[in-house]
T-cell receptor
Framework: KNEVEQSPQNLTAQEGEFITINCSYS?????LHWLQQHPGGGIVSLFM???GKKKHGRLIATINIQEKHSSLHITASHPRDSAVYIC???????????FGQGTRLTINP | NAGVTQTPKFRILKIGQSMTLQCAQD?????MYWYRQDPGMGLKLIYY???????DKGEVPNGYNVSRSTTEDFPLRLELAAPSQTSVYFC???????????????FGQGTRLTVV
């Protein structure tokens, strides 16, 4: 079983819809990252969380440490949001950054 | 700051050849990582380092070696390249938690390696 599980693996939605991507992990962590990978392959960091909630523009990330769960929300989704979204956790102790398998998001106009 | 600089962007190797992928960061990050991403798959951790002089194996270390002689540099060495090492390689760095909790992870632009 992977230490980091994301759901759904694939998500297709219409422009304007509210999007939620979930990440569950099974280990103790120091921090959790949400990343975005575009079709060109480059990876950019969206958020780093250790508790609570962060917001940047139309993106909101939350984390519940007790439940070992994080969510990434996109409000008013747009075709340019189409990408693979990846959850990664920094494992406590070992301090290695381990990735989920990613969620491929497609937003249709 | 340049962030994470990864070279080369593309490389074709023949079976049995060796090469070094370079990774450098100028943000004084303690933690650095090497990943590989096979087509349509997620990123798998090859090696990582939590500071100069310290390296550890990740999920898929076989066929690779690393060194971390300075905080800035974290090269990945492929010895005796094999077709199974055909992949896209990413280097990443993060600060140590607690040092700067508002800083995200930074990634190199990737190296597309083909072994023929």
């Amino acid at each position: 079983k992977n230490e980091v599980e994301q759901s759904p693996q694939n998500l297709t939605a219409q422009e304007g819809e509210f999007i939620t991507i979930n990440c569950s992990y099974s280990v103790g962590i120091s921090a959790l990252h949400w990343l975005q990978q575009h079709p060109g392959g480059g990876i950019v960091s969206l958020f780093m969380l250790s508790s609570g909630k962060k917001k940047h523009g139309r993106l909101i990330a939350t984390i519940n440490i007790q439940e070992k769960h994080s969510s990434l929300h996109i409000t008013a989704s747009h075709p340019r949001d189409s990408a693979v979204y990846i959850c990664a956790v920094l494992i406590q102790g070992a301090q290695k950054l381990v990735f989920g398998q990613g969620t491929r998001l497609t937003i249709n106009p | 700051n340049a962030g994470v600089t990864q070279t080369p962007k593309f490389r074709i190797l023949k079976i049995g050849q060796s090469m070094t992928l370079q990774c450098a960061q100028d943000m004084n990050h303690n933690y650095m990582y090497w990943y590989r991403q096979d087509p349509g798959m997620g990123l798998k951790l090859i090696y990582y380092s939590v500071g100069a002089g310290i390296t550890d194996k990740g999920e898929v270390p076989n066929g690779y070696n690393v060194s971390r002689s300075t905080t800035e540099d974290f090269p990945l060495r492929l010895e005796l390249a094999a077709p199974s090492q055909t992949s896209v390689y990413f280097c990443a760095s993060t600060p140590r938690p607690g040092m700067d909790m508002n800083t995200e992870a930074f990634f190199g632009q990737g190296t597309r390696l083909t072994v023929v």
